[in-house]
């Protein structure tokens, strides 16, 4: 399955004296994902391994969360900054949309610097 990811990052900036946060605004969309299942995104506490990872997975069901990903089964994490989120579940596919205050969860890896792997990191069922 082809997934594609569209993301923008921002720096946190001062206006006059409010300080907004650097933030991830990302959108996931794999045409070919139907009949249910997920879609998720993966940041890597160490580069390359999934256990110790963060992600941020939306489901077909229309939910989108953060979870940690420890002995390889994904844990709702009790940090969900998620916001302006959206999953568009179709006969023609799935994605998912989401807006994310940085850092990212407590062993993520700082997503500028993350290499997104497809093969990796993002699952689709």
Do not use: H
């Not at 939306?58 to 844990?75: D, K, R």
Request: charged share 15%; hydrophobic share 45%.
């Amino acid at each position: 399955a082809e997934v594609v990811l569209f993301y923008e990052l921002s720096d946190a900036t001062t206006t006059g004296r409010r300080l907004s946060e650097a933030t991830l605004k990302g959108r996931l969309v794999c045409e070919s994902c139907t009949s249910g299942g997920m879609l998720g995104l993966g940041f890597a506490a160490t580069p390359k391994t999934m256990n110790g990872a963060t992600a941020i997975i939306g489901t077909s069901a229309g939910g989108v969360a953060i979870y940690e990903l420890a002995n390889y089964e994904p844990t709702l994490s009790a940090q969900q900054t998620l916001f302006d989120t959206e999953v568009v579940a179709t006969d023609a596919g799935l994605e998912f949309a989401f807006t994310v205050p940085l850092p990212l969860g407590s062993g993520a890896g700082d997503p500028a610097t993350v290499v997104i792997l497809p093969w990796q990191f993002v699952k689709a069922q």
